[in-house]
C-alpha cells in the first residue's frame, strides 16, 4: 500500500536564520523571514521550551554539545536518513533527521523555517515532539522523540488488516492529532500510514504524528493553494488547482482508515487513473474484506472520502460520529493510568500553592518526561479534555472536579490560573504535565539535570538572570524574573549554581507551600502503600503509587527511576516496599 509522492516542492533544506523564499507557490506566503518565537507562543505554551532551541541556533551551540550520534538507521525520508541519536547527559535514545542545505531551492527557505516553528509548538499526547533544533553550514538537525514501534505502515504489513476495533484505537488517537492541530488553524497537508509511529512496540502503544514539512498555519478566511501531499492520499479539492482548507486533511485520514480496514489503497492504477477516481470520489470496494467493515464505519470512511469538502466532515465532527465514540475501547497501554483519580486532583490544587519559579522549574521539567513518565498521567488529560482539541478548558475542568469530585468553582478557579501559565484561558498538555511533577511523576537526577541545561542555555554551568529571560520571557506568571531569580539564588551572586539549583527543588525554602502540600500527599501514598502490603504482595499488583513494579521474589522499578536509588528497601521475602526516606537520586516533591 505504499503511494508515490506528489511531484511538488519537498521540504528538503533551508538555512533558518533569515534566508528568503522567493516562490510564494512553494510555501503559501511570500514575507522572508527569520525563525520567530513569537510565532512560536503564540500557537502554544511552548515558548517556554522552544526558547533554548531558538538561542542555541543564535549562539552556535553544537549538535555534539549535547548528543552523541549513532549509525543505526531509524528511518528514510526524502531528506536523508533518520538516525539515533543520545542525550550525552542521560543516555536517553532521540531520533534525528538531518536536512542538507547543498541542494536546496529558493523555493523551500521558507518552507524549512516554517515546518520547524510548528513543530516546536505542538504539544500534544498523539504528536512526536521535537526536542532540539541544530545547524551548520552544510546541513541542519532536528532531534525528535524516538517512536520505537515503527510505522504504522509496518504494522499494517504484519496484519495485513487491522480489526474495526484496532482501526477505530487507531482512527480515534490519529483525529485527536488532527482535532488539535486544526483547532490552531494549522493544515498537516501530508497525512499518510509512514507518517504515524508507534511510540513503542507495546500492541496497544499510542500513535504519534510527524513530519510537518508541509504543515502550514493558515487563515481561515482563505484558500491554501499549494499542492503538497502523497497522490494517493490527496484530496479532490488539493487536485482541482481552485484552492482548497484543512478538510485535506480528513479526506487524507479517510484514505488511512479505509486502508487499516481492507488492506489495500482506495485508488489505484497509473497516476492519471488515481486522480480521476480521486475526482470522482470513486474508490474500489472489493467484496470479500469491505463486506467484513461494520456498517457504522463503512459510514465513517464514506463521510471521509467526500468530494465535497462542504459536506466533508470537519476532525470536530469525526470526533463525533458513532464510529469513533463507540464505547468499546482498548486496554491502556503499558504504565498508563485509568484516567482521573483522588491523587491527580490533590497534584493539581497543591500545584497552585508552589513559588513562580518552581512553576517554571517544573514547566520546563514537563519537557523531559521521558514516554513512560507521560504515559502514568496521559489517560487523565485526556479525559478532562472533552472536547478533545488537545487542551483544558476552565469548563472542562470544572466539569471533571465538579461533578466526579465535588470541588467548588471557587476552588477550581485558582487551580486552572495556576496551570494556565500561558494565559490564554486554556490548559496545554505539557502544563497540566508539571502540575504531576510532584506526586504522581518522580523527579529523578536526569529530570533535574535536563532542566537545569534548558535553563543554562550557554553552558556556563550557572543560570543568569539573561538564561531566565531567553526561556521565559521577561516574567513568568506574574512574577519579573529579578524576583525569580531571588527564590534559588541563596549565594546572592546574581546567578544559580548547579547545586543551588538541586537544593532548591529538592527542599523549596520554608516559604514554599507546595512543596510541603506534596510531601503530605506523598506521606499519604506511602500510608496507603504500606496498609495495602499484604494485598500487594499476595495479588502480585503490577502498578504502584510511583509507577514501581513489585512482585514478590523480585525488585523491579519504573526505568525511569534508578532501582539503587528509588527509595525502596527490600524485605525479607524480597518484596519491594516503599520507604519514608527522600532519595537523593529520585527527588519527590
Same mark, same amino acid.
Given at each position: ?49 522552544? !526558547? ?81 533544533? +541544530? ?35 487507531? =482512527? #480515534? ?25 508507534? $511510540?513503542?512496540?507495546? @500492541? ?10 508541509? &504543515? +502550514? ?8 493553494? !499549494? ?18 482548507? @484543512? ?35 470513486? +474508490? =474500489? ?34 470526533? /463525533? ?8 475501547? #482498548? ?15 490533590? &497534584? ?17 521539567? !514537563? ?7 507521560? &504515559? ?41 490560573? *495556576? ?5 490564554? /484561558? ?13 506526586? #504522581? ?8 539535570? *535536563?532542566?537545569? #541545561?534548558?535553563?543554562?542555555?550557554? @553552558? ?19 512574577? $519579573? ?22 537544593? +532548591?527543588?529538592? @527542599?523549596?525554602?520554608?516559604?514554599? &507551600?507546595?512543596?510541603? !502540600?506534596?510531601?503530605?500527599?506523598? /506521606? ?54 516503599? =520507604? ?10
Amino acid at each position: 500500500v505504499k503511494a508515490p509522492p506528489v511531484s511538488t516542492p519537498t521540504s528538503t533544506a533551508s538555512h533558518l536564520m533569515g534566508q528568503h523564499c522567493s516562490s510564494s507557490d512553494a510555501c503559501d506566503d511570500s514575507e522572508p523571514r527569520s525563525l520567530s518565537l513569537d510565532t512560536i507562543r503564540s500557537l502554544s505554551c511552548r515558548g517556554i521550551a522552544a !526558547a533554548p532551541h531558538v538561542q542555541i541556533l543564535r549562539a552556535g551551540r553544537k549538535l555534539s554539545d549535547d548528543y552523541e550520534v549513532e549509525h543505526t538507521v531509524l528511518g528514510q525520508g526524502l531528506c536523508g536518513d533518520v538516525v539515533l541519536a543520545r542525550g550525552r547527559s542521560s543516555g536517553k535514545r532521540f531520533a534525528m533527521k538531518t536536512i542538507g542545505k547543498k541542494h536546496c531551492q529558493e523555493s523551500n527557505k521558507y518552507q524549512l523555517t516554517n515546518e520547524v516553528e510548528i513543530f516546536l509548538a505542538l504539544d500534544h499526547p498523539n504528536i512526536c515532539r521535537l526536542h532540539g533544533v +541544530y545547524e551548520t553550514r552544510s546541513k541542519v538537525f532536528l532531534v525528535m522523540e524516538c517512536c520505537e514501534g515503527g510505522e504504522l505502515y509496518s504494522r499494517l504489513q504484519q496484519r495485513g488488516v487491522f480489526s474495526n476495533a484496532d482501526a477505530l484505537e487507531a =482512527t #480515534r488517537q490519529m483525529l485527536r492529532a488532527v482535532s488539535y492541530l486544526h483547532a490552531r488553524h494549522i493544515a498537516h497537508r501530508d497525512l499518510k500510514l509512514e507518517n504515524f509511529l508507534y $511510540e513503542s512496540e507495546d @500492541n496497544v502503544a499510542q500513535l504519534k504524528l510527524i513530519d510537518f514539512g508541509f &504543515a +502550514y498555519q493558515w487563515n481561515p478566511s482563505t484558500l491554501m493553494k !499549494a499542492p503538497c501531499g502523497s497522490i494517493s492520499y490527496v484530496s479532490p479539492d488539493v487536485l482541482s488547482g481552485q484552492g482548497y482548507t @484543512n478538510k485535506c486533511d480528513l479526506w487524507s485520514l479517510g484514505v488511512i482508515v479505509f486502508i487499516l480496514l481492507v488492506g489495500y489503497m482506495p485508488f489505484s492504477g497509473s497516476e492519471e487513473q488515481q486522480i480521476a477516481c480521486i475526482q470522482a470520489g470513486r +474508490y =474500489t470496494k472489493k467484496q470479500e474484506p469491505w463486506s467484513k467493515v461494520s456498517n457504522v464505519a463503512q459510514t465513517f470512511v464514506k463521510s471521509l472520502l467526500t468530494v465535497d469538502p462542504e459536506k466533508r466532515l470537519s476532525a470536530e465532527q469525526a470526533l /463525533e460520529h458513532p464510529f469513533i465514540k463507540d464505547s468499546n475501547r #482498548r486496554p491502556a497501554s503499558k504504565g498508563s493510568n485509568t484516567g482521573v483519580d483522588d491523587d491527580i486532583v490533590d &497534584a493539581l490544587r497543591s500545584f497552585k500553592e508552589a513559588t513562580q519559579f518552581r512553576r517554571a522549574c517544573l514547566s520546563v521539567m !514537563a519537557w523531559s518526561l521521558t514516554n513512560e513518565e507521560r &504515559a502514568q498521567v496521559r489517560d487523565a488529560f485526556i479525559e478532562i479534555d472533552k472536547s478533545r482539541q488537545g487542551t483544558i478548558t476552565m469548563g472542562e475542568l470544572k466539569q471533571v472536579l465538579g461533578q466526579k469530585f465535588e470541588v467548588t468553582d471557587e476552588q477550581i478557579k485558582p487551580i486552572f490560573e *495556576a496551570l494556565d501559565t500561558s494565559h490564554n /484561558e486554556e490548559i496545554h498538555y505539557s502544563e497540566f504535565l508539571a502540575a504531576m511533577v510532584s506526586t #504522581r511523576i518522580a523527579m529523578h537526577d536526569d529530570l533535574l539535570s *535536563a532542566t537545569f #541545561r534548558r535553563f543554562d542555555i550557554d @553552558n556556563s554551568g550557572f543560570i543568569t538572570q539573561d538564561n531566565m529571560r531567553t526561556v521565559l520571557g521577561e516574567s513568568f506568571d506574574g512574577a $519579573e524574573v529579578e524576583e525569580l531569580m531571588k527564590e534559588a539564588d541563596v549565594s546572592n551572586d546574581g546567578k544559580i549554581s548547579y547545586e543551588e539549583f538541586i537544593e +532548591y527543588m529538592k @527542599n523549596g525554602g520554608a516559604k514554599d &507551600a507546595h512543596a510541603m !502540600a506534596a510531601d503530605k500527599l506523598i /506521606e499519604a501514598q506511602i500510608t496507603r502503600s504500606e496498609a495495602s502490603e499484604t494485598d500487594v504482595l499476595a495479588a502480585h499488583r503490577p502498578q504502584g503509587f510511583l509507577g514501581l513494579k513489585a512482585f514478590s521474589g523480585s525488585r523491579q522499578v519504573c526505568p525511569s527511576i534508578p532501582a539503587q536509588a528509588s527509595g525502596l528497601e527490600s524485605t525479607s521475602n524480597g518484596a519491594a516496599v516503599a =520507604t519514608h526516606a527522600k532519595s537523593k537520586a529520585c527527588i519527590l516533591l
